[in-house]
């Protein structure tokens, strides 16, 4: 079993940044492939980033170039910088692992979830 649990999230200013992260517990945190999915008001939750516990990284193509995904495993921790944040990129963002070291985009193939932190971006 896997606990996470996201913080980080807030408001802020189209253009602007933040950094959400996910602190995970429960089991060896280094043979998890993480990702990060949002969901904004009415819409279904979407992938956003993936990495796996080799670093192979993914990102949907509406964030590339703005958002990086990282890992320390010494801290079991993973985060998600957000920066030329867009009204757009609002929703509540949820941290998902999956045991499994192949990077997967859909929600179904995660095993675990966070209960969500809220990034709220305004124009």
């Known amino acids: 079993q896997v606990q996470l649990v996201e913080s980080g999230g807030g408001l802020v200013q189209a253009g602007g940044s933040l950094r959400v992260s996910c602190v995970a517990s429960?089991?060896?945190?280094?043979?998890?492939?993480m990702g990060w999915f949002r969901q904004a008001p009415g819409q279904e939750r979407e992938f956003v980033a993936a990495i796996s516990w080799a670093a192979n990284i993914y990102y949907t193509d509406s964030v590339k170039g703005r958002f990086t995904i990282s890992r320390d495993n010494a801290k079991n921790t993973l985060y998600l910088q957000m920066n030329s944040l867009k009204p757009e990129d609002t929703a509540v963002y949820y941290c998902a692992a999956r045991a499994s070291p192949v990077v997967k985009k859909i929600t179904t193939d995660y095993d675990y979830w966070g209960q969500g932190t809220q990034v709220t971006v305004s124009s």
């Open positions: 429960g089991r060896t945190f280094s043979g998890l492939t």
